[in-house]
């Protein structure tokens, strides 16, 4: 079966950090681009990161550049998004996903709460 499931959200305080995982079944995530996407309350899912299937190309939000880290663990199977600095809009609901025309249905998500 094909699937992603994400974990690794929770409570934080502005400027503390947290890693999502993204663990992916049924296939193999170095041979497809790989994005995290967010969604908070009343607006519309967005893009976050993004990680070719190569491993060496990466690109970034410009709202998260230089405080997000996708990166990809291959023994694993699994896809990662590192948050340092985390500041009170990035609270929202995190997605992970295959790219393009191989993108599969949304999963449950992980929640991130920035909050003091």
């Known amino acids: 079966q094909v699937q992603l499931v994400e974990s690794g959200g929770g409570l934080v305080q502005p400027g503390g950090s947290l890693r999502l995982s993204c663990a992916a079944s049924g296939f193999t995530v170095r041979n497809y681009d790989m994005g995290w996407f967010r969604q908070a309350p009343g607006k519309e899912r967005e893009f976050v990161a993004f990680?070719?299937?190569?491993?060496?190309?990466?690109d970034y939000a410009g709202s998260v550049k230089g405080r997000f880290t996708i990166s990809r663990d291959n023994a694993k199977n699994t896809v990662y998004l590192q948050m340092n600095s985390l500041k009170l809009d990035d609270t929202a609901v995190y997605y992970c996903?295959?790219?393009?025309?191989?993108?599969?249905?949304w999963g449950q998500g992980t929640q991130v709460t920035v909050s003091s």
């Open positions: 996903n295959r790219l393009g025309t191989d993108t599969l249905a």
């Open positions: 990680i070719r299937w190569s491993g060496t190309t990466t």
